[in-house]
């Protein structure tokens, strides 16, 4: 069981990031819920994946509050 766990996490960041991607890399206040929305996740999916993205090193917290996504795609 915890293997799939896992697997859904990398499913789940993964379709984060395709959502953080599409609305130009960053998260902010104003755009938060868009992505959320555009992700097709739960909350508690969103908070998991968000986790999961940040302990990656592929999501970095800005001075100004807002979360930068560090892929291929965002460089």
Known sequence: MPGSVF??????KAALSKAIEAAGC??????GDEIFQAS???????????AAL???G???LQPDGSMSLQTEACK
Do not use: H, I, P, R
């Not at 960053?26 to 755009?31: D, F, S, W």
């Not at 097709?40 to 968000?50: K, P």
């Open 7 to 12: 697997a859904d996490v990398a499913a789940d």
């Open 26 to 31: 960053v998260v902010t206040a104003e755009n």
């Open 58 to 60: 592929q999501a970095v």
């Open 40 to 50: 097709g996740l739960t909350e508690e999916q969103v908070f998991a994946a968000v």
């Open 54 to 56: 940040y302990e990656s």
